[in-house]
């Protein structure tokens, strides 16, 4: 994974990281799960037109 100037690397890009593979596969994760979710939470931040940052939690 590269990280060049202050770009974000694509979600498909960070899922195929070694080091995420492992950390999600002792979170007992598949990838096709985790692009699931984060298109769940893109469709709901649209339908609900607010930006990402409101929906952040501290807790």
Not at 1 to 13: K, Q, T
Not at 45 to 53: D, I
Request: aromatic letters at 6%; glycine letters at 2%; proline letters at 8%.
């Amino acid at each position: 994974m590269s990280y060049l100037g202050n770009r974000e690397p694509p979600l498909d890009e960070v899922l195929d990281d070694p080091i995420v593979r492992l950390v999600m596969a002792r979170d007992r994760l598949m990838p096709d799960d985790v692009k699931a979710y984060v298109d769940a939470v893109v469709r709901r931040l649209r339908r609900e037109k607010r930006p990402a940052y409101l929906l952040v939690r501290s807790d």
